[in-house]
């Protein structure tokens, strides 16, 4: 829909002022081939009253009374009622990345707080301003590892969600980089092994993993080290309520999707990437990061830093093409972090889990249904189905009842990915596993 606020007389006295007959002689400079040669095909124009209408009528043939058990990477938390109610406050709602940060101090302020919490989240003590999502997220900290180690061999996880694992190869391939697949093994989880050779830029693993499972991620520290790599974890940030952080355990980048951050589901977006480094990877970081600092009278103040300006200016020099941030989304992960604490960070992930275990212990009472790896999980699993899985996700979709996505490769290639946050309730267990068992029954 798009509204035009001219009229006649608008028009009429704009071709007057720059001296042309009509709107058709102020194209006359385009050549012909480049100039649409009939109307556009659209319809009638509306008034506001029978474009609301429609728009009702349309939103009327959305899909309601679903159960949430998807995951895949966004995944059905509550958000409180709080964070609606500060961003969608004028001066929230139209944040973005600032330009004049001399007189931004409030979103600076915020940014600030923002990068102070994902430092704590992850264990590592710088944070950006935040980026588009987490696989734009893994990308750029492929870049810096790169760029520290002056090598360009990089190695996936394959348990690394495969969207993500996608989005490195496509970033790396005009930079001359060699993406490699690591196998996971019939636990879930990613055998620690780094070739020694003197090639390996970075190794990226997934914590929990795409399958849900828990990896060791100071052994893969470890390994990496050894080998001269650095390591990037992709991080659920949810999971901080029960495991410890990867900076603690070793990682040199830690990134991960703010999704389960106060962003709701919301179609696919929008979100917020997160990216924490360590101090000798600062002047790498893409994007702005926010420092504090005082005035000439001794007030505290806020101030963009340690940028990279060949970002915005130099960009053959640049070690990324990202100048900007996802203020809004961040900020709405900040509110939501901060009404948790971390108290309730740890209950959220223990919530998860004890739903999860409970999930997965019923679901697996069904003939033919079996956990298609055996590690250790927090608030996702993939499940055997014995029958064809994306048929047993569209029956159960149309009945209500979401979940998936189906594991694309790997030992648990085609197995259903079931997840449970803290707003799944027994009850809707038991209803998603007769639900599994009827169409099991139908589609097997």
Not at 278 to 300: F, W
Not at 403 to 424: C, F, I, M, N, Q
Request: glycine residues 10%; hydrophobic residues 45%; contains cysteine.
């Amino acid at each position: 829909m798009e509204f035009a606020p001219h009229t006649d007389a608008d028009i009429e006295a704009m071709l007057a002022a720059v001296g042309v007959a009509d709107l058709d002689a102020l194209f006359d400079h385009l050549p012909a081939e480049a100039r649409l040669d009939r109307p556009l095909d659209l319809p009638p124009g509306r008034s506001e009253d029978e474009v609301l209408r429609a728009l009702a009528d349309h939103a009327a043939r959305n899909v309601t009374g679903t159960v949430c058990f998807a995951g895949g990477g966004a995944y059905d938390h509550y958000v409180p009622a709080l964070l609606p109610a500060i961003i969608g406050r004028g001066e929230f709602l139209t944040s973005y990345t600032p330009y004049q940060p001399e007189v931004s101090q409030g979103i600076l302020q915020a940014i600030f707080e923002y990068q102070t919490v994902i430092s704590e989240l992850t264990g590592l003590p710088v944070s950006n301003a935040s980026l588009y999502d987490g696989a734009s997220a893994v990308a750029e900290a492929v870049s810096m590892a790169a760029a520290a180690t002056r090598r360009s061999r990089v190695l996936l996880s394959q348990a690394l969600d495969a969207p993500t694992r996608q989005v490195v190869r496509t970033y790396g391939h005009p930079l001359g980089r060699v993406v490699e697949d690591l196998p996971y093994g019939p636990d879930g989880r990613t055998p620690v092994a780094v070739p020694d050779d003197g090639t390996v830029a970075a190794v990226v693993v997934q914590q929990p993993n795409a399958l849900g499972v828990v990896e060791d991620v100071r052994a893969w520290a470890d390994a990496a080290h050894a080998a001269g790599a650095q390591l990037i974890v992709k991080w659920e940030p949810t999971a901080a309520g029960l495991l410890a952080t990867p900076g603690a355990q070793g990682a040199d980048l830690v990134v991960g999707e703010g999704q389960p951050l106060g962003q709701g589901l919301a179609y696919g977006g929008p979100t917020f990437g997160f990216l924490a480094c360590g101090q000798d990877q600062v002047r790498r970081l893409p994007g702005r990061i926010v420092g504090e600092t005082v005035d000439v009278r001794g007030n505290r103040g806020y101030v963009m830093t340690l940028r990279a300006r060949e970002q915005d200016i130099r960009r053959e020099r640049a070690t990324s093409n990202i100048c900007t941030n996802q203020t809004l989304c961040a900020l709405a992960g900040l509110i939501h972090l901060t009404w948790l604490g971390p108290r309730g960070l740890q209950e959220l992930a223990r919530h998860c889990l004890a739903r999860a275990r409970h999930a997965a212990d019923r679901l697996t009472r069904i003939d033919g249904v079996d956990l298609a790896v055996d590690g250790p999980f927090l608030k996702e699993f993939a499940l055997r189905v014995p029958a064809d899985p994306h048929a047993v996700v569209r029956a159960l979709s149309g009945e209500g009842w979401l979940v998936g996505p189906v594991v694309p490769d790997g030992l648990a290639a085609g197995a259903v990915l079931v997840a449970t946050t803290e707003r799944r309730t027994p009850a809707q267990v038991e209803g998603l596993a007769d639900a599994l068992d009827r169409v099991l029954k139908e589609v097997g």
